[in-house]
């Protein structure tokens, strides 16, 4: 089957991009060192792995999409990018020194293969996703105007409980989880980066690079929905709908551990 970002990651530097902040916490979890080498677990256009190699380290990166890979290569020659499943890293044994996954596990089918390959082919270090959680999404003000979506994207999203349990029989020790909470300041333009600007999802360019705009929603349930959106946001009543999704569970969350 063609990987997903193979049909939808034709324009998808043209709303996402390495979050600064998210790029600081990365680097700042890993501790990142220039004599040691780092590895991306599915990268898509590496737009983090670029912003995290250019502040140290040699890197390499992962991706299933030939389309995500070319745009890529055309970012940086420094960083070793090689198409390659998750469920089989072609690396060997202890061979790096921490790795990073960012928005990707809810497209892998199963986590206990990828862990297990991120442990074998780790030395020591860190291993930290960025992520959501299926527990989060449930408080997305999304599902008031697109409840199939919503209910298709938690679907595909494991829960808290889920991924840590798959990491630990990995083998990784000491997992923690810290929340992180969207911001006007957002640059990657992510599902939920609409959280504070509910306008960004009226931009089809927008719409296009998440997915679960492309694969789990229907056009007419999209056109209902923005259609709604719209209404609400010239109205006024926008916020106070939105404030009935608050949470102090976190929009996404870093996840980390130790080999």
Same mark, same amino acid.
């Given at each position: 089957m063609q990987p997903l970002y193979d049909t939808i990651?034709?324009?998808?530097?043209? #709303? $996402?991009?390495?979050?600064?902040?998210?790029?600081? +916490?990365?680097?700042?979890?890993?501790?990142?060192?220039? #004599? $040691?080498?780092?590895?991306?677990?599915?990268?898509? +256009?590496?737009?983090y792995t670029v912003a995290l190699s250019g502040l140290g380290g040699k890197w390499s990166a992962i991706d299933v999409s030939t389309v995500m890979l070319t745009q890529a290569r055309e970012k940086d020659n420094a960083v070793s990018w090689i198409q390659s499943s998750a469920d089989d890293l072609p690396f060997p044994d202890g061979y790096f020194d921490g790795a990073i996954c960012t928005l990707a596990i809810h497209h892998f089918s199963d986590l206990t293969r990828p862990f297990a390959e991120v442990y074998r082919i780790l030395r020591g270090g860190k291993f930290v996703l960025f992520t959501g959680l299926a527990e989060q999404m449930r408080h997305y003000w999304l599902h008031h105007y697109f409840p199939e979506m919503m209910a298709r994207s938690i679907a595909n999203m494991p829960t808290e409980t889920k991924i840590c349990k798959a990491l630990q029989v990995a083998g990784f020790k000491s997992v923690t989880v810290k929340p992180f909470f969207v911001t006007n300041e957002l640059q990657?333009?992510?599902?939920?980066?609409?959280?504070?600007?509910?306008?960004?999802?009226?931009?089809p360019a927008v719409r296009a690079n998440i997915s679960s705009f492309a694969r789990l929603s229907s056009e007419s349930e999209v056109q209902t929905g923005l259609?709604?959106?719209?209404?609400?946001?010239?109205?006024?009543?926008?916020?106070?709908?939105?404030?009935?999704?608050?949470?102090e569970l976190g929009d996404y969350a870093y996840i980390q551990c130790t080999r």
């Open positions: 990651g034709g324009t998808y530097t043209r #709303s $996402r991009h390495a979050d600064p902040e998210i790029v600081k +916490t990365l680097s700042q979890t890993l501790d990142l060192q220039p #004599s $040691r080498a780092y590895l991306d677990l599915a990268c898509g +256009t590496g737009n990657d333009l992510f599902l939920y980066s609409g959280k504070h600007r509910p306008s960004l999802y009226l931009d259609a709604q959106l719209s209404t609400d946001i010239q109205s006024g009543a926008f916020p106070s709908i939105a404030a009935t999704y608050a949470t």
